[in-house]
């Protein structure tokens, strides 16, 4: 059913001003003209604008800027990532519906976006707060063919990806802040929640949460909030669509996961580098059972962030970088 709408909107793009009749397009698409007729109202719901002229057929005059299933999938041009994406208006959280479909046997790449999410959570159970039209609440699935102690590095390469795709629409001082933050300046704008199922020597599949904030305004957060995030729409100044941006990290999400599968993490270490927040500085680093200054030096091979303390070189796998 939805293959059939984004063919309808393939084939009309595709014809750019010329019209093209009812019947042409139900011989291309092999179904009815009242099927035809009945998917294209749909998609005028999703906010395309076609004109109809009798005896001519059909045109295609403009696209919705709004996200949809058909809007997102169409044009995206990726490999696998979001060939299966399912678009909802509004979700407890996307990482749930990821569960499922997973569980349920879910393709590697299928992705789902929410317009609003009323239990957007982040790590150790956290919420993270997702209001409706403001944001990027995406989770996608993935069966990585790596061990289970690799699974973290996933979240370092997403950093990356989304990093890599904001700075194409914005001129702004991106960091990475170890292991799943992006900071511009002081402030957090982007999250990330790495989910995974699998058993001791096997992933089964892993679900990675996205949450960028883009067009709220420093109202829409709570006092608290306010202090430590912020959106692109407040550091840039200007309203973005989500649209062309969701459509853009998942193009650099899947080239990047090609690399990643065929050539390793060495790549993604020295992208990281250029990233990194705080690097050479000292930090207050916190552990599940205890707290000290230690000196960012790095990531290892492997992803675990390199500490400086008391004149040793440490590796920290699980941690959380307070200031
Ligand atoms: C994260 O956790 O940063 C992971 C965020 C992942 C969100 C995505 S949205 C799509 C998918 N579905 C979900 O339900 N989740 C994923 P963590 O490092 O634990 O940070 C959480 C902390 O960030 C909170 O305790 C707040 O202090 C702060 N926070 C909450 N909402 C925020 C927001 N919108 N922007 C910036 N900071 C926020």
Redesign the pocket.
């Known amino acids: 059913r939805d293959n059939i709408r984004t063919q309808i909107i393939q084939v009309l793009a595709n014809n750019g001003d010329m019209f093209i009749s009812g019947q042409e397009l139900s011989n291309r698409l092999h179904v009815s003209r009242t099927a035809i007729w009945k998917h294209m109202k749909e998609l005028e719901k999703d906010g395309y604008i076609f004109e109809a002229l009798p005896r001519k057929g059909y045109r295609l005059i403009s696209k919705p800027s709004s996200m949809n299933e058909t809007s997102l999938k169409w044009d995206l041009g990726t490999n696998w990532l979001g060939h299966e994406l399912v678009y909802k208006e509004i979700v ?5 519906i ?1 569960h499922e479909l997973a569980h349920n046997g879910a393709a590697n790449g299928t992705v789902v976006i ?1 317009n609003e ?1 009323t ?6 159970q ?6 409706p039209d ?6 996608v699935i993935l069966r990585p063919d790596i061990p289970p102690h690799q699974a973290s590095q996933l979240t370092l390469f997403t950093a990356i990806s989304i990093v890599e795709t904001l700075q194409q629409f914005f001129d702004l001082p991106f960091k990475i802040k170890w292991p ?2 992006i900071f511009v300046e002081d ?7 790495t989910e995974m199922k699998g058993e001791l020597d096997t992933i089964d599949y892993m679900i990675v ?5 883009v067009n ?1 305004s420093m109202n829409d ?1 709570s006092e ?2 306010q202090q ?4 692109l729409a407040i550091e840039s100044n200007k309203h973005t669509d989500r649209l062309p941006l969701v459509q853009q990290l998942l193009r650099c999400f899947e080239t990047s996961y090609d690399t990643y599968q065929q050539r390793g993490f060495a790549l993604i270490k020295e992208k990281w580098l250029n990233y990194a927040y705080k690097l050479g500085e000292s930090v207050q680093i916190k552990m599940p059972n205890k707290e000290f200054q230690g000196r960012i030096c790095g990531i290892s091979d492997d992803g675990a962030l390199l500490v400086q303390y008391i004149g040793e070189d440490i590796k920290i796998y699980s941690a ?1 970088i307070l200031w």
């Open positions: 407890t959280s996307t990482q749930d990821a929410a999410q239990k957007g959570r982040g790590r150790m956290r919420t993270w707060h997702s209001q403001g944001g990027i609440w995406m989770s799943n933050d402030k957090k704008i982007a999250g990330i929640l949460g996205i949450g960028i904030n709220q957060f608290e909030l430590k995030a912020s959106s959380e």
